[in-house]
């Protein structure tokens, strides 16, 4: 897959352990590639669902395509109003297909390479 697949899946178990606020929801994770723009997006915790968002207004035309193209076959697909689309994906506590869904984000519709640097922030 990618180099920091072990990170990635570390940081997704971590999300599912943390706490959900039941006035202001679950904590989120936004895992960006160093010295980019480029991130993806999940939100969860404890008793949550893992759900990850990629919102259309953050992709070129070019990641749009190939977004289209790539995630349906690991369960991320388009979701929302037509105003505020996003691709979107339920996988909840299963973090190993949420882990493969960040690879294909960065791979193959971002198009960074396997030895890409991440970066973790999270609540």
């Known amino acids: 897959m990618y180099e920091q697949s072990g990170a990635v899946r570390r940081e997704l178990r971590a999300?599912?352990?943390r706490p959900v606020d039941p006035i202001e929801g679950g904590p989120f994770l936004i895992i960006t590639v160093r010295g980019t723009d480029k991130f993806v997006q999940f939100?969860?915790?404890?008793?949550?669902?893992?759900?990850l968002d990629l919102p259309r207004a953050t992709l070129t035309d070019a990641e749009f395509e190939r977004a289209?193209?790539?995630?349906p076959a690991v369960?991320?697909?388009?979701a929302g109003?037509?105003?505020?689309?996003?691709f979107?994906?339920?996988f909840g506590s299963d973090v190993d297909a949420a882990a493969e869904a960040v690879g294909v984000v960065l791979m193959r519709v971002y198009e960074f390479d396997a030895a890409a640097g991440l970066e973790f922030e999270g609540m």
């Open 81 to 86: 109003e037509s105003d505020m689309p996003s």
């Open 88 to 90: 979107s994906a339920n």
């Open 75 to 78: 369960g991320v697909s388009m």
């Open 15 to 17: 999300l599912l352990e």
């Open 43 to 51: 939100a969860g915790g404890a008793g949550e669902d893992l759900l």
């Open 68 to 71: 289209g193209r790539f995630l």
